[in-house]
């Protein structure tokens, strides 16, 4: 397809892949089918970080793309606000399943923030985007306040503690690692010459995630109310 790159269409399908896998035995868990430590165990904890650590560096890798096959405001506002009111649905849907768990700022809320925010980096050297960004991935394991833990605040992520909630995805560390994801996109598809822009696989099971991760958005909305 015009414009779109396997490699980051199949990474993408990986990540929703394994975010399907977390949350089937997360929803398992919270209804008591099956007893599994996904809370509190190490390794899961890290499968869960991996898995949005995926998903915001491909957030950044597509906001290098977006400025690299010509930036399109129309698009970029469309693809926005598509993510913005898919956002908008979860925190509704939040208040129906459990209002004590409310998603105010979950992994949706998050991309669509940091999609406005990286943005102008996507302009600029990978180095500026990747300094910055290790710079913010940095912040918050050395600066954290009470004052932070206000609901109205808690988004930031340099909060000591949060409510309870289904969903929560800080602006920070993840707006560092969207930045990482620009430079990636810089040093690694620069161009249609690239060794990575060039990979295609008629494989299956690429084709297979390719093409889920042409319709993550939809994937995933759709994932949870089927689980």
Known sequence: MAGRYQIVDAARGCALA???????????????????????EFSWRVFQKSIASSFFALVGVGLHLTVLLGFSRRRYLMRLAKVGGCAAVVTATSVFLDPERLTTFGILHSITTCSVLALPLAFRSGGLAAG??????ALPLQVSSPVFNDPWLSWVGLATAIEPTFDHQPLLPWLGVVLLGIAAGKWLLADRSAALARWESASMPARVLARAGRHSLLIYMAHVPAL
């Open 18 to 40: 394994a975010m399907i896998v977390y949350h089937a035995a997360w929803f398992a868990t919270d209804y008591r089918l099956i007893d599994v430590p996904i809370t509190t």
């Open 132 to 137: 910055l960004g290790a710079l913010l991935i």
